[in-house]
T-cell receptor, first 112, second 113 residues
C-alpha cells in the first residue's frame, strides 16, 4: 500500500528558530494535508494543498505541494512555545477513494 | 460546540469485555472514519463509511466492528477487548462534495487490562 516517509521524527529547538519538516512518497497524491496534534487532543487541520506546486501560508506556517506530487514540506517561522506538538502530513488520492495516508509524525519541542 | 464529538473520552476495561466507542458529528458530512493511534505508528484506519449503507474495512479491522446508525453517528465496537487494543481512538469526517480533508474528534483513550 501507499506509504509516507515523514522527517524528522523529532525536533528540539529554541524559541524564535524556524522549523522545516517534510513528507515524501513513492506514490502520487492529489491532496496534501498538514495536521497538528496536541497532547490529549485530536489532529487539527493546519493547511490543505490541492494543486501541484501550490504554496500556501497560514500565519507563521507555510506549506508546499511538491511539483512531482510525491512530496510536501511544512515550515514554521519564528517558533513559539505553543507550537509544541506532533505534526502529521497526510496524502489523499481523491476520486472515489477518499482515504488518507498518514505520515508517522514529527514531534516538535520548543525551548523557551 | 465541537463539530465532531467522541464518547467516552477515557475508558479503562478488562480483557474480554465488550466496549463501544461513539462518534457524533454536526458537520453534515457523509463520510466517517475510525482510526487507531499508537506511539510511533501514526494513525491507522480501522473502518470507514461513505454513507449510512456503506461500511468498509480499513487496514486493521480484525477485532473491531462498526455501526453507522445515522448520517451523524458512527460507533466502533470491540466485541472482546484484549490488551493490545489499548490505544487512542479517533473518529473523523469528510464531505463527499468536497475534498479529501478530514476533520477529527478529540479522541478516546482506551486501556484494556
Amino acid at each position: 500500500g501507499q506509504q509516507l516517509n515523514q522527517s524528522p521524527q523529532s525536533m528540539f529547538i529554541q524559541e524564535g528558530e524556524d522549523v522545516s519538516m517534510n513528507c515524501t512518497s513513492s506514490s502520487i497524491f492529489n491532496t496534501w494535508l498538514w495536521y497538528k496534534q496536541e497532547p490529549g487532543e485530536g489532529p487539527v487541520l493546519l493547511i490543505a494543498l490541492y494543486k501541484a506546486g501550490e504554496l500556501t501560508s497560514n500565519g507563521r506556517l507555510t506549506a508546499q505541494f511538491g511539483i512531482t506530487r510525491k512530496d510536501s514540506f511544512l515550515n514554521i517561522s519564528a517558533s513559539i512555545p505553543s507550537d509544541v506538538g506532533i505534526y502529521f502530513c497526510a496524502g489523499g488520492s481523491g476520486g472515489s477513494n477518499y482515504k488518507l495516508t498518514f505520515g508517522k509524525g514529527t514531534l516538535l519541542t520548543v525551548n523557551p | 460546540d465541537a463539530d465532531v464529538t467522541q464518547t467516552p473520552r477515557n475508558r479503562i476495561t478488562k480483557t474480554g469485555k465488550r466496549i463501544m466507542l461513539e462518534c457524533s458529528q454536526t458537520k453534515g458530512h457523509d463520510r466517517m472514519y475510525w482510526y487507531r493511534q499508537d506511539p510511533g505508528l501514526g494513525l491507522r484506519l480501522i473502518y470507514y463509511s461513505f454513507d449510512v449503507k456503506d461500511i468498509n474495512k480499513g487496514e486493521i479491522s480484525d477485532g473491531y466492528s462498526v455501526s453507522r446508525q445515522a448520517q451523524a453517528k458512527f460507533s466502533l465496537s470491540l466485541e472482546s477487548a484484549i490488551p493490545n487494543q489499548t490505544a487512542l481512538y479517533f473518529c473523523a469526517t469528510s464531505d463527499r462534495r468536497g475534498t479529501d480533508t478530514q476533520y477529527f474528534g478529540p479522541g478516546t483513550r482506551l486501556t484494556v487490562l
